[in-house]
């Protein structure tokens, strides 16, 4: 028992100042915080994600480019954003069904992240629209990458006889601070470079 003014025994566990139940309270409480905190991140990570293709979201992908375009900014390098568009999509899910078109997408999904660097930054924009963030890039040459990325289709193509091709557009356009200002501002100006028409509406 405790008496006022008398001081505390050496080797006194702090707990039996409370009692054993508080101390018990306690650690349930910070369990309880840590589920809590799991919990919300995973939220997070749900809401970036893509959950067909598996790679970020638009709202994902425009906060990693964000992110990656910080970076850059730090260390005086360039970036350069590409803009994929699946070519016919629209007639690949009406002839062949939706499944079929969910699978032309998470085949290109896969390429993207194949050739790409890990430093790289890509995502699914809506639709079929896919982008990619290159950073520590400029005057990227888009037949150099266009080649690579229809060989590695070619090969799925054989591989699959679908029926169909999967085809691609790609637009590109450099990073300048003075101009985009942001990654929300990139993603806008490449938008009207190809039509004008917002992510995810094509």
């Given at each position: 028992?405790?008496?006022?003014?008398?001081?505390?025994?050496?080797?006194?566990?702090?707990?039996?100042?409370?009692?054993?139940?508080?101390a018990?309270?306690?650690?349930?409480?910070?369990?309880?915080?840590?589920?809590?905190?799991?919990?919300?991140?995973?939220?997070?990570?749900?809401?970036?994600?893509?959950?067909?293709?598996?790679?970020?979201?638009?709202?994902?992908?425009?906060?990693?480019?964000?992110?990656?375009l910080?970076?850059?900014?730090?260390?005086?390098?360039?970036?350069?954003?590409?803009?994929?568009?699946?070519?016919?999509?629209?007639?690949?899910?009406?002839?062949?069904?939706?499944?079929?078109?969910?699978?032309?997408?998470?085949?290109?999904?896969?390429?993207?992240?194949?050739?790409?660097r890990?430093?790289?930054?890509?995502?699914?924009?809506?639709?079929?629209?896919?982008?990619?963030?290159?950073?520590?890039?400029n005057?990227?040459?888009i037949?150099?990458?266009?080649?690579?990325?229809?060989?590695?289709?070619?090969?799925?193509?054989?591989t699959?006889?679908?029926?169909?091709?999967?085809?691609?557009?790609?637009?590109?356009?450099?990073?300048?601070?003075?101009?985009?200002?942001?990654?929300?501002?990139?993603?806008?100006?490449?938008?009207?470079?190809?039509?004008?028409?917002?992510?995810?509406?094509?």
């Amino acid at each position: 028992m405790l008496v006022p003014g008398k001081p505390i025994k050496p080797g006194t566990c702090a707990d039996t100042l409370h009692g054993p139940d508080t101390a018990l309270q306690e650690r349930e409480l910070l369990r309880d915080l840590a589920r809590q905190a799991e919990q919300e991140l995973t939220a997070v990570q749900v809401a970036s994600m893509d959950e067909l293709t598996l790679l970020p979201n638009h709202h994902g992908f425009e906060a990693l480019a964000q992110r990656g375009l910080d970076a850059c900014l730090q260390l005086g390098k360039p970036a350069t954003l590409l803009f994929f568009d699946l070519d016919n999509f629209k007639h690949i899910n009406y002839l062949y069904g939706r499944a079929e078109g969910d699978d032309a997408l998470k085949t290109f999904a896969d390429v993207l992240r194949i050739a790409f660097r890990e430093s790289d930054v890509i995502g699914r924009m809506g639709s079929d629209e896919f982008a990619a963030l290159l950073t520590g890039s400029n005057g990227v040459e888009i037949p150099a990458i266009r080649a690579r990325l229809e060989e590695m289709l070619d090969e799925r193509n054989a591989t699959v006889h679908r029926g169909y091709d999967i085809r691609f557009s790609v637009t590109q356009l450099e990073f300048h601070p003075a101009q985009h200002q942001s990654a929300e501002g990139l993603l806008a100006a490449i938008s009207e470079q190809v039509g004008g028409h917002p992510f995810g509406h094509s």
